[in-house]
């Protein structure tokens, strides 16, 4: 069982920058990475990642301005947003999984409000 919990949400102008922490607990995961689902929408892939490294993968819609990084001590995973737009408000929801990461990932964190005003 993995258990995780983010935080890091807020309130942001449009053009500012937030991080977004993921605290993992329990078993390790080989994936983990971040989707985040406006009202009305369907939950959307914003970045992933190996757990053990490698090559990070980002929605097309955050590419160049989102960053996903890991501290291995610390068992945390972080999604740096820079440049934010009103577009990327949202709840964001850190996933873990054993295999590559998509909405079908069998463990997620409660979410955490993303709000981006013009």
């Known amino acids: 069982q993995v258990e995780l919990v983010e935080s890091g949400g807020g309130l942001v102008q449009a053009g500012g920058s937030l991080r977004l922490s993921c605290a993992a607990s329990g078993r390790t995961s080989n994936y983990m990475g971040w989707f985040r689902q406006a009202p009305g929408k369907e939950r959307e892939f914003v970045a992933g990642r190996a757990w053990g490294g490698g090559r990070a993968v980002y929605g097309d819609s955050v590419k160049g301005r989102f960053t996903i990084s890991r501290d291995n001590a610390e068992n945390t995973m972080y999604l740096q947003m820079n440049n934010l737009k009103p577009e990327d408000t949202a709840v964001y929801y850190c996933?873990?999984?054993?295999?590559?990461?998509?909405?079908?990932?069998?463990?997620w964190g409660q979410g955490t409000q993303v709000t981006v005003s013009s």
């Open positions: 996933a873990a999984s054993p295999r590559w990461i998509t909405v079908e990932a069998p463990y």
